[in-house]
């Protein structure tokens, strides 16, 4: 991921995409694990791998799934934390929290970034995900 930028801009000429046309799915440590929230048009936020792709797409107008996976704890390495497992009790909230970002790129393919925001940010999953019509 933290080197994507070269690979998704040779994909996007290949196939003559505009960044509208991109959906990247990626954590963050800035939201609380429980939350996907999809955005539009940002910066990195410290993810080297987004930044990877602001760069080698030239352009920050493209759209991402956040997965939210929290902050570690006091004085954990952020790279081993993002990169190592999850704890026990996290593990059911992770499966929720992987239907919900499916969910997001579905209404993303099949509804517009708009519709798919509108569905997706306003959910939390730690407990359940709720049913949300496509």
């Known amino acids: 991921m933290n080197r994507s930028g070269k690979a998704v801009k040779a994909c996007v000429d290949f196939y003559g995409l505009g960044p509208e046309d ?3 799915v990626h ?3 800035d939201l609380t694990l429980g939350r996907v929230k999809m ?4 910066g990195p936020g410290g993810h080297k791998g987004v930044r990877s792709l602001i760069q080698g ?3 920050r107008a493209f759209c991402r799934v956040k997965v939210g ?3 570690p704890p006091t004085g954990e390495n952020v790279e081993d934390y993002v990169l190592g497992t999850f704890r026990t009790g996290e593990k059911d ?3 929720e929290v ?3 970002a499916v969910l997001a790129c579905e209404l993303f393919v099949s509804n517009g970034v708009e519709a798919a ?3 997706i940010n306003c959910q939390y999953y730690a407990n359940q995900m709720k049913e949300v019509e496509i």
Request: hydrophobic residues 45%.
């Open 98 to 100: 992987i239907k919900g």
């Open 93 to 95: 909230i992770v499966q």
């Open 57 to 59: 797409l030239g352009t």
């Open 69 to 71: 996976v929290g902050r």
């Open 117 to 119: 925001m509108n569905k």
């Open 39 to 42: 955005v539009r048009d940002g």
């Open 27 to 29: 954590d963050d440590i």
């Open 22 to 24: 991109i959906l990247v």
